[in-house]
């Protein structure tokens, strides 16, 4: 991994002394729960700014390794709470991150989901900033992980912070134009219908217009800061959320990482979750040398 950011990039910020609030939050067989929270770095009228997160710290002593877990687009934290859970109790402390902003502007206003990126990228590396401060924390072992939207984000703190040592990157991959363009997630074709109807689009400009306005927030932008060798990758092969297109090009431009695809849907991937989490494990086990 690059250690230098080659590309001038949005996410880029000043390293700074911050408040930050910890508490606990509840106490677990062999570790325990902090609520952490914190001002962000972006505030804007009229959003959420503030940034909460959950510490799982387990009771081993010594220097551990961390993992990052980044959310899903909406829903439960179903995936984030279960590996949190499933990594610490296995002697990876790890930092779960809640979801800020909603991305896609109801209004389709792609200024403002640009900024709203860029927000929420500054806002996770300086969690990692308190993170890697902690006496436990072995500031070389960081990983970070994240499913669907949260793979997405997740690419994008291991591109631009080289402090991340160790990726799994779960239903993710790359080319926002394609995403936007393609996926057939509700969300995203309510946010294609309005930008197209506001600014009298064909589907060819809509992408081309993606391209030209979001490329500095796409993952396939700073693809060349990933090993693939520190890269796992897990998708589904009947995914009409993210393309295959995505995941493939996404998959080629690191350096064709080892990719496990799941034969399920993007959604139906929930009842291979105990076997992602535990290929997330080995994963982490290996490149960031955890030991049991």
């Given amino acids: 991994m ?3 950011i080659k590309h001038v990039s949005p996410f880029n910020y000043a390293k700074e002394d911050f408040s930050v609030e910890v508490k606990l939050f509840r106490r677990k067989k062999g570790y325990v729960i902090k609520r952490v929270t914190f001002s962000s770095a ?43 859970k499933y990594l610490v109790g296995r002697g990876i402390n790890c930092l779960r991150l809640e979801r800020g902003e909603r991305l896609l502007d109801r209004e389709g206003d792609l200024e403002i989901v ?20 902690q006496k436990e924390i072995d500031s070389e072992r960081i990983g970070v992980t994240g499913a669907s939207l949260g793979a997405f984000l997740s690419s994008l703190v291991a591109e631009t912070d080289p402090r991340i040592k160790s990726s799994v990157f779960i ?16 969300t995203i074709r309510s946010f294609r219908k309005r930008v197209m109807k506001k600014r009298e ?11 030209e306005k979001l490329e500095d927030i796409d993952p396939l932008t700073y693809v060349g800061n990933l090993s693939p ?14 393309p295959r297109d995505c995941t493939l090009e996404f998959w080629s431009s690191v350096g064709e990482p080892e990719l496990i695809w799941l034969p399920f849907t993007h959604t139906g ?7 992602a989490r ?6 982490f086990q290996r490149t960031l040398g955890v030991k049991e």
């Fill in 42 to 84: 972006l505030p804007a009228p009229g959003e959420n700014n503030t940034v909460r997160c959950y510490y799982y710290q387990t009771e081993k002593e010594g220097s551990s390794p961390a993992v990052i877990i980044l959310p899903i687009a909406g829903g439960n934290y179903f995936f984030s709470r279960k590996m949190a």
């Fill in 278 to 283: 535990g290929k997330a494990l080995e994963h």
């Fill in 171 to 186: 239903l993710g991959g790359g080319n926002l134009a394609k995403l936007f363009s393609q996926s057939r997630e509700r």
């Fill in 229 to 242: 060798e520190n890269v796992l990758m897990i998708n589904t092969v009947n995914d009409v959320v993210v």
């Fill in 269 to 275: 991937s929930f009842f291979a979750f105990r076997y």
């Fill in 201 to 211: 689009l064909t589907e060819d400009e809509f992408s081309q217009l993606i391209s």
């Fill in 2 to 4: 690059a250690q230098e």
């Fill in 114 to 133: 640009r900024r709203r990126f860029i927000k929420t990228i500054i806002d996770y590396r300086r969690s990692m900033d308190w993170l890697v401060s």
